[in-house]
């Protein structure tokens, strides 16, 4: 019913940047929030931005201050502005999106497949 394409994973040195993009289609409620998780090997899977379809957002505290959320409600797509990158945060980032049916309160999760980014030192 929906479906997220991630992009702009890659290879970057500690102390860079790279900008990630998702684009959503499909069946998508006009209030939703589109998130940004990543897992590293033998690791949870963990938030580290969120943004609502209003605008609000919310950061990982490890990422505050250097990682940006952004979204284009036109294009349904969200991005990720991460900057000085550091190792520990190799993973594969997932982008999601959630929103809640308003008659009963029932969640509906959709997931991208996912893309790497590597930081090495």
């Known amino acids: 019913q929906v479906q997220l394409v991630e992009s702009g994973g890659g290879l970057v040195q500690a102390g860079g940047s790279l900008r990630l993009s998702c684009a959503a289609s499909?069946?998508?409620?006009?209030?939703?929030?589109m998130n940004w998780y990543r897992q590293a090997p033998g690791k949870r899977r963990d938030l580290v931005a969120g943004?609502?379809?209003?605008?609000?957002?919310n950061y990982a505290d490890s990422v505050k201050g250097r990682f940006t959320i952004s979204r284009d409600n036109a294009k349904n797509t969200v991005y990720l502005q991460m900057n000085s990158l550091k190792p520990e945060e190799t993973a594969v980032f997932y982008c999601?999106?959630?929103?809640?049916?308003?008659?009963?309160?029932?969640?509906?999760?959709?997931w991208g497949q996912g893309t790497q980014v590597t930081v090495s030192s």
């Open positions: 999601n999106l959630r929103s809640v049916r308003s008659i009963d309160y029932y969640v509906f999760d959709y």
């Open positions: 499909g069946s998508i409620q006009s209030s939703n929030t």
């Open positions: 943004i609502s379809s209003g605008g609000n957002t």
